[in-house]
C-alpha cells in the first residue's frame, strides 16, 4: 500500500452519488494519507439528483472542517465547462472533446502549482472518468495515484445517493490503485505538445513514441555483426528461426545463437527485467517495418 504523508489533493469524478466522494476520502484519511482539499469534477449542477449530491457534500464540508479529519479539508465543486456553458451530459463527440479540454486544463494547472495527486475515477459519467485518466498518463508523475473506487454490492443499494456515506472499514468499501505509466514524466515532449485537442494529442503521443522506439531499434542494429543484422531482417519480416535458416542457409542451432546475442543486445537497451522471457516475437513486434 502506497501511503503518503506528503500534502494532496483528491479529484473525483462525480453524478448523483456523493458517497463515492466521502468513501474514497474516508478510505484515504484511514490510510494516514494527508489530504488537504477535495476537487469534485461533474456535469449537469441543475440535475436534480447532481444537485442533491451537491448539496451533501456541502454539509460534509462546513467551514472547511470535514468531520472525519483532524485537520482542515477545503472542498471544491467543479462544473465542466463546454466553453462559458455547464455542460449537461457527455452524448457528442464534441461534448467527450470539451470534456478532455476542460479536465487536461484543471489538472494541468494543479500540477503546474506542484500539488500532489490522487485521481478516483468511480463517480458520474465513464467518459468523464476516461478523459480523466487520459490527461492523467500525460500529467502525473510518480507521486500522484489513479484510484477506481470498489463497494460492495450490497452497500450499494443502501448507499443509493447519498443514503449513506461513511461506513466502517468492514463493510469493504476499498480503493484499488490503477497501475499506468506517467508518459509525461518520462517524455517531457507529450505535454508540451498535449495543447490541442483529444485527437491531436493522441496524435502527437504516438508519433513521439515511435521516434523513441525507432531510436532503440537504430541503436540495437548498429550494435550488431553483418550476419546477426540478416539474421534480424528475417525474423522482423516474420519468419520463424527455422524458416530464416532456410532463408539463409545456415542451421538453426546458428540462428538460434545469433538470437540469443541480438536478444541481449534488445534486453539492455529496452532495460527488460533479467527475468522477463524474451523470444523471436519481441523481434518481429519491434523490428517489423524496419528493413523495408
Wanted: aromatic share 8%; with cysteine.
Amino acid at each position: 500500500m502506497n501511503v503518503s504523508p506528503t500534502p494532496r489533493i483528491l479529484v473525483t469524478t462525480m453524478g448523483g452519488q456523493s458517497q463515492v466522494v466521502t468513501f474514497a476520502l474516508d478510505w484515504l484519511l484511514r490510510q494516514g494519507d494527508a489530504v488537504t482539499q477535495v476537487i469534485v469534477l461533474h456535469v449537469a449542477p441543475q440535475d436534480p439528483r447532481t444537485h442533491k449530491a451537491l448539496e451533501q457534500l456541502m454539509g460534509e464540508f462546513a467551514r472547511d472542517h470535514y468531520a472525519y479529519a483532524d485537520k482542515p479539508i477545503g472542498l471544491r465543486t467543479v462544473t465542466v465547462l463546454q466553453g462559458a456553458t455547464p455542460l449537461q451530459d457527455i452524448r457528442t463527440e464534441a461534448d467527450a472533446e470539451a470534456t478532455w479540454q476542460f479536465v487536461f486544463r484543471l489538472l494541468a494547472d494543479l500540477k503546474r502549482q506542484g500539488h500532489a495527486l490522487d485521481l478516483c475515477i468511480a463517480g458520474g459519467r465513464r467518459m468523464m472518468g476516461l478523459m480523466a485518466q487520459s490527461a492523467a498518463l500525460l500529467l502525473f508523475g510518480h507521486r500522484d495515484r489513479v484510484w477506481h473506487l470498489f463497494t460492495p454490492e450490497d452497500l450499494l443499494a443502501r448507499a443509493y445517493e447519498g443514503a449513506i456515506r461513511h461506513v466502517a472499514p468492514e463493510e469493504g468499501v476499498r480503493l484499488i490503485q490503477v497501475p499506468f505509466v506517467p508518459w509525461g514524466e518520462y517524455f517531457p515532449a507529450l505535454r508540451e505538445m498535449a495543447g490541442g485537442s483529444a485527437a491531436r494529442v493522441m496524435e502527437n503521443q504516438i508519433r513521439q513514441l515511435d521516434f523513441q522506439e525507432r531510436a532503440r531499434c537504430e541503436r540495437v542494429v548498429a550494435k550488431l555483426t553483418e550476419r546477426q543484422r540478416e539474421v534480424l531482417r528475417e525474423l522482423a519480416r516474420g519468419r520463424t528461426p527455422q524458416a530464416t535458416a532456410e532463408a539463409l542457409s545456415i542451421s538453426l542451432k546458428t540462428v538460434d545463437s545469433h538470437k540469443t546475442q541480438i536478444l541481449e543486445v534488445c534486453r539492455n537497451e529496452w532495460a527488460v527485467l533479467p527475468e522477463t522471457r524474451l523470444d523471436y516475437h519481441f523481434l518481429r513486434e519491434k523490428f517489423r517495418g524496419m528493413f523495408g
